[in-house]
């Protein structure tokens, strides 16, 4: 079974500044996807990136990229130039490539951006 | 387009009273995902549908927990004899096909309080 552990439950930032959340996950899957999605407190769930294991290159959504560490089992998102409305709680998730499986979230890690 | 759905926003129930929460999945999406946000934890996979195939239960919590998908679109999830630890935000995910590649487009759930 797929497991994923964010060690931050809380995190802050000063705005403009730079924050990284961390992630490692476990798994014997060789294929898989990797994703970071936030939740505001409206509770809506959105996909912030998204990484396939099979990629080396490390993905970037504008102000926001990972640092994907495969042999580590490490995936940590990075947010540049942090902005207010990035104030949210963050989900690393987990979904192996073999299909038909749900994802498997970590328990996240609430960031707070301050003025 | 219209985005995924879930009816009611917030349902207070008495303990041991059933409840039964809605999901419309966005349309075309193949695959729909239920999952469990406690608070304070993560999000827990619940159950899983893609299109006529007989559905992943491997996830509900007990056989008090049910779900349906009719016509392979609207879901229910039925929650019978209801508890308090049964209190949670229910979320529904969809996305054009199960595998990792396509994005889970998610719900803005329902929040659950058991009384």
């Known amino acids: 079974a797929q497991t994923v552990t964010q060690s931050q439950p809380e995190m802050s930032v000063q705005e403009a500044e730079t924050v990284t959340l961390s992630c490692t996950y476990d798994t014997s899957e060789n294929n898989y996807y990797l994703f970071w999605y936030k939740q505001p407190p409206s509770r809506q769930m959105i996909l912030v990136i998204r990484?396939?294991?099979?990629?080396?290159q490390n993905a970037t959504e504008n102000r926001f990229s990972v640092n994907f560490q495969k042999a580590a089992k490490s995936f940590s998102l990075k947010i540049s130039d942090s902005q207010l409305g990035d104030t949210a709680m963050y989900f690393c998730?987990?979904?192996?490539?073999?299909?038909?499986?749900?994802?498997?979230f970590g328990k996240g890690t609430r960031l707070s951006v301050i003025a | 387009g219209a985005g995924v759905s879930q009816s009611p926003s917030n349902k207070v129930t008495e303990k041991g009273k059933d409840v039964e929460l809605r999901c419309d999945p966005i349309?075309?999406?193949?695959?729909l995902y239920w999952y469990r946000q406690s608070l304070g934890q993560g999000l827990e996979f619940l159950i899983y549908f893609q299109g006529n195939s007989a559905p992943d239960k491997s996830g509900l919590p007990s056989d008090r927990f049910s779900a349906e998908r009719t016509g392979g679109s609207v879901s229910t999830l039925t929650i019978q004899r209801t508890q308090q630890e049964d209190s949670a935000v229910y979320l529904c995910?969809?996305?054009?096909?199960?595998?990792?590649?396509?994005?889970?487009?998610f719900g803005p759930g329902t929040r659950l309080t058991v009384t």
């Open positions: 990484q396939e294991a099979y990629k080396q």
């Open positions: 349309s075309g999406h193949t695959a």
């Open positions: 998730a987990f979904m192996a490539d073999s299909g038909n499986t749900p994802l498997v």
């Open positions: 995910a969809s996305s054009l096909t199960p595998q990792g590649f396509y994005e889970q487009y």
